[in-house]
């Protein structure tokens, strides 16, 4: 896939790509921060001797949450596990398994990143074995990107259709991660701390995977077990920020946000026992992905992971920097790798058409439009998530090349069109370059590779 006669760039991409996601992989995450030996128990360095806990309880949510479960249960062994363990995680059902003693819940459809009546009935069975616990069980919280909507629980006041409806306006809408979960957390009897909050153990120790810039505790699938620190104002100023108004968000949704900025609520303090630990986050991958580049032979310029804004900029702007790369005067001696980590938006065009498609692949397409009159010879972008799933759709992403477009000029597949109705999986299916890897069991964010070749 590429038009260059010395490099497979795609291939190159995505070798380089995966070398990133393999750096994050949740067994690998949670083989590097829990041990056992013996009776001692080590957990992020903190330690604990085995014969003191009556119970160990896993509970968590997240895309990540079915490889962490099962990294967890092969470190501590199967003779504690069957003792002492415990457990229930709520994951996408396409990463359901059986495991020992952790139950893996289904508790939303793959590739619908939104609170169901499945995830409701597992929420409230980790509030039991959570509640259930005393001052001499551990409790281990496994947590990681995807974990907002497979952990919903409702506030007295407003239903799950509520909470569904609010989470698709604030999506379509644009809002970003945290703008989200600021809304979420504040309609949540699990999220902002209540989750701790809601736990007996004499010990909590969260194990978290970071899908967010800046690896904010309490953003992060919206804090279950992080003090809450925004407020029910900080909610209403959102939803003001992108106009919602009755019924595009349902009334009881306001009502209850309302009510409790006019009582200035805060809610109690988080138990102090409780330990949060970033076990893996897009750095790491970033910086994996780096090093399988230039093993590759490539220069690497990194653009870091804090890059977000809108997918169709983001795009853009990556196929300038290539072409710049490449009709620069002085050809590089070596070829180029720009790498970037980050989780970009998109703001769904209005459009009656049937469409499908997630950021990363609007972003490659976007840089692929860029590119369309200037051709892409010697250049490779690929753009995907690092979880294995972008928007609804079985691809993690896309990689935009010469092949790509020299596809769709003899399909005569015009890009633009795809472009202006958020439809880039239908062209790419076409076109050629959608990745599809299944889930990966991790996620932290999205990774994107750009190659030039001199």
Known sequence: MTGDAKRDL?????????????????????????????????????????????????VGAGKAGAGMAAAIEAVLGDDLVDRKVVGWVN??????????????????????????????????????????????????????????????????????????????FLMHAGATIGELNTVRKQLSRVKGGNLARACRAGSIVTLIISDVIGDPLDVIASGPTVADTSTPAAALAVLEKFSARPPMVPAPVFAVLKQAATNNFRPADIPSGVENCIIGNNSVALNAAALCAAQLGYQIESLGSSNQGDADAEGRALAERCIGLRGSRSSPPAPTCLLSGGEPIVKLATSDQPRLGGRNQQLALSALNRLWDDGMENIAILSGGTDGEDGPTDAAGACASACVINQARERRIDPHPYLAINDAYHFFEQAGGLIKTGPTHTNVMDLRVALVAP
Request: glycine share 8%.
């Open 10 to 58: 795609c291939r190159d991409a995505l070798e380089i790509w995966q070398a990133g996601v393999d750096a994050v992989c949740s067994e690998r995450l949670i083989a590097g921060a829990v041990q056992r030996n013996g009776d001692r128990l080590t957990i992020c360095n903190r330690e604990f001797h085995l014969p003191d806990l009556e119970r160990i309880a896993v």
């Open 91 to 168: 994951v996408p059902a396409d990463c359901v398994r059986p495991l020992r003693k952790i139950t893996l819940h289904a508790a939303r459809p793959a590739g619908v990143n939104e609170p169901t009546e499945a995830g409701v009935f597992g929420t409230e069975q980790i509030l039991k074995i959570v509640s259930s616990l005393t001052e001499r069980d551990l409790c281990i919280v496994l947590i990681s990107g995807g974990g907002s909507a497979l952990l919903p629980a409702p506030v007295a006041g407003i239903t799950l259709a509520d909470k569904q409806v609010v989470t698709r």
